[in-house]
């Protein structure tokens, strides 16, 4: 199973990262890929990846620090550098003017574009600015992180060309949405991510979440599709191949 989006420069890991990621490995993630969301985490994700040819990496600003951008452009060249992201809208706290917060979501899709790679992005209680300005960028392709708006919007997306990022929420007894999400959503178009070390799943609830817990998302969708986790691995692994290169 590929773990397509994870955090594992966030201090939650700082004494145990080598274990975390060795365990990782072990239990038969076969890749990860590092979001990397703030300046200061940069340079470290780019050693990271360097370090381990089975993690690569993504640079991106934040809605939430979408008052410090800064033109990135240069840093994405690097060949373990698979996509632009997580950037987009966050209306959820909504502690930063929502205009800054389109304006920054256009720079960097307009970064995407010109350097044409995938791009990831973060819509928080925000689908409906999202998608009208995602709806603008026609030639783009990339993931909706953490899906969790309704089938309506879940097939806008999808028309747009987009593929649905599905986390440990899925495992969650109240997220019946996201699951029927899951149910009328081709396999095809989905993507695994533990957005770790945040959201873990309802095993670990209240608990670090860590990319070994990826099996707890494929299970879910295995069980809802009433597909083999296999199966789930296998298409979703092929998804993120195509989507990022790796």
Not at 25 to 39: L, M, Q, Y
Not at 64 to 70: G, N, P
Not at 125 to 133: L, M, N, P, R, W
């Amino acid at each position: 199973m590929i773990d397509t989006h994870c955090h594992l420069l966030d201090e939650s890991f700082n004494s145990d990262r080598k274990e975390v990621i060795e365990r990782a490995f072990a239990e038969g993630i076969t890749k990860i890929i590092e979001i990397s969301v703030e300046p200061s985490l940069w340079q470290g994700s780019l050693d990271l990846c360097r370090r381990y040819n089975n993690i690569f990496c993504t640079f991106g600003i934040h809605p939430h620090d979408a008052e410090k951008y800064v033109d990135y452009t240069h840093l994405l060249k690097d060949e373990k550098v698979v996509a632009v992201g997580e950037f987009g809208l966050d209306y959820h706290r909504n502690n930063v003017d929502k205009k800054i917060q389109a304006e920054v979501f256009e720079k960097q899709l307009d970064i995407a574009k010109k350097i044409n790679k995938p791009v990831i992005i973060h819509s928080r209680e925000a689908e409906v600015d999202s998608y009208k300005i995602l709806s603008q960028y026609k030639n783009l392709r990339g993931v909706v992180h953490c899906f969790s708006s309704t089938l309506e919007y879940a097939e806008k997306f999808l028309a747009l060309g987009y593929y649905l990022g599905i986390d440990c929420p899925v495992t969650y007894p109240k997220a019946d949405n996201l699951r029927d999400v899951v149910k009328n959503v081709p396999l095809e178009k989905i993507l695994l991510e533990t957005d770790a070390p945040y959201l873990p799943p309802q095993k670990f609830r209240g608990k670090r979440n860590e990319p070994s817990y990826i099996k707890f998302i494929a299970e879910e969708i295995a069980k809802i599709k009433n597909l083999s986790i296999d199966e789930v691995s296998k298409i979703t692994d092929n998804n993120a191949e195509v989507l990022f290169g790796i």
